[in-house]
Nanobody, 126 residues
Framework: QVQLEESGGGSVATRDSLRLACAASGRPFSDYAVGWFRQAPGKQREFVAAISRAGTRTDYAASVRGRFTASRDNAKNTAYLQMNVLRTEDTAAYYC???????????????????WGQGTQVTVSS
């Protein structure tokens, strides 16, 4: 089992950057695939990014590809989401999620994940 806690959210202007962190505790973090999702008010939660256990593979939603970068430091039990050139439409609560895996899988669906953090709010204003 793993517990997840996001941090790094805040209020920024368009084209600014933020780095979210997802700190894990419990079982070794390197056993887990990690995903990032977001939910804007009145909308369903959507996939943002995924990173494999070792951090060697990543995948992104089309809306963030080229602007966001997922990474992880398994020695620090932490995953990151670097968000650059932020847009107003990036405003949402951001969640990290994890699933115990035995392969280098990338998981892009909510239903694939077992553990979730409580979320951190990102607000981008023009």
């Amino acid at each position: 089992q793993v517990q997840l806690e996001e941090s790094g959210g805040g209020s920024v202007a368009t084209r600014d950057s933020l780095r979210l962190a997802c700190a894990a505790s419990g079982r070794p973090f390197s056993d887990y695939a990690v995903g990032w999702f977001r939910q804007a008010p009145g909308k369903q939660r959507e996939f943002v990014a995924a990173i494999s256990r070792a951090g060697t593979r990543t995948d992104y939603a089309a809306s963030v590809r080229g602007r966001f970068t997922a990474s992880r430091d398994n020695a620090k039990n932490t995953a990151y989401l670097q968000m650059n050139v932020l847009r107003t439409e990036d405003t949402a609560a951001y969640y990290c999620a994890a699933r115990l895996t035995v392969t280098g899988a990338l998981l892009v669906y909510e239903k694939d994940y077992t553990y979730w953090g409580q979320g951190t709010q990102v607000t981008v204003s023009s």
